[in-house]
């Protein structure tokens, strides 16, 4: 089997009805479909029930976290590339897998494009097409990777080990930073647009210092200390030269301008 579809929800029925419909209706079928809810009781289960028929394995129980829920997957799964399409994600068209398979490629990593969904707002991704990926380290440190818009080959999970279940929001990070990163992996990017990323999700929604704080852990236990010196120096560097830009681009009057009338609004001073 070439691919497994990795769901996890926790009471989310309406996201999860859009997902799983993202993935039955696809024109690719070499591939199983694995559900794994954390005990809901909004009705979720009743949805899985529905779609048994289309569903190669679900369970019902609950679980001690994302990563928790996310191994439970990878243990049953029997593909040779895994897909993790979180409940309220949706693949981009039917014809997804199907492009992203097509040449039957066996690079470590594939990946694609992504649109990020934030309420009615929609905005393509195509940060991948730029990378250099036989030199992603830095780039892998620096910045953030759509788990949604990856494969990842089966094996990596018995090179690398299951998801870090101490972490609590970057154990797929740690795996993309070792295994692409660190031991430079093989990635295929291909210029297909493939998840809608709902922006709401944990990940999103906890805070940049909890998630640079693990980062940060993480580099320091893998990386040599020398080598992460030089990438925090270029990453100041690189702050710096973003607002010096920005500054100069005179965006900030435009910013502010808006800014401040919304406060007015807020207070009944402006229409």
Same mark, same amino acid.
């Given at each position: @089997? ?7 929800? *926790? +009471? +989310? ?6 997902? &799983?419909?993202?993935?039955? /209706? ?6 199983? /479909? #694995? ?32 990563? +928790? ?11 040779? $590339?895994?897909?993790? =399409? ?24 594939? !990946? ?14 195509? %940060? ?17 990777? !759509?788990?949604?818009?990856? /494969? ?14 101490? =972490? ?9 930073? #070792? ?8 990635? *295929? ?13 944990? %990940?999103?929604? &906890? ?10 852990? &993480?580099?320091?236990? $893998? @990386? ?19 607002? #010096? ?14 800014? /401040?009338?919304?406060? =007015? ?7």
């Amino acid at each position: @089997m070439k691919l497994s579809v990795i769901t996890i929800n *926790l +009471n +989310n029925k309406d996201g999860l009805i859009k997902t &799983i419909e993202s993935v039955i /209706f696809q024109s690719f079928t070499d591939y199983e /479909f #694995i559900i794994i809810d954390g005990g809901s009781t909004d009705g979720s289960v009743e949805v899985i029930q529905q779609y048994a028929d289309k569903i190669s394995y679900w369970i019902s129980e609950p679980d001690t976290g994302i990563y +928790n829920a996310m191994n439970k997957g990878i243990k049953a799964a029997k593909g040779e $590339y895994l897909h993790f =399409l979180n409940t309220g994600d949706r693949l981009v068209s039917d014809e997804v897998y199907k492009k992203i398979f097509e040449g039957n490629p066996h690079e470590s990593f594939i !990946c694609g494009n992504f649109v990020e969904e934030k309420g009615e707002q929609y905005t393509l991704n195509e %940060s991948y097409k730029e990378r250099d990926w036989s030199e992603p380290l830095y780039d892998i440190y620096s910045g953030d990777l !759509c788990h949604q818009a990856f /494969f990842i080959k089966t094996d990596n999970f018995a090179k690398y080990g299951l998801y870090d279940e101490s =972490l609590r929001i970057t154990a797929d990070w740690k795996l993309f930073f #070792i295994a692409i990163g660190m031991k430079r992996e093989t990635v *295929l990017y291909k210029d297909v647009n493939i998840v809608i990323y709902n922006m709401e999700g944990l %990940s999103s929604t &906890i805070g940049g210092v909890a998630i640079q704080k693990e980062r940060r852990a &993480i580099a320091e236990q $893998y @990386m040599p200390a020398a080598l992460l010196k030089r990438y925090d120096r270029l990453k100041h560097l690189e702050a710096d030269s973003y607002i #010096i830009d920005f500054v100069h681009s005179r965006k900030w009057i435009y910013y502010g301008f808006h800014a /401040f009338r919304k406060i =007015l609004r807020s207070i009944g001073l402006a229409k």
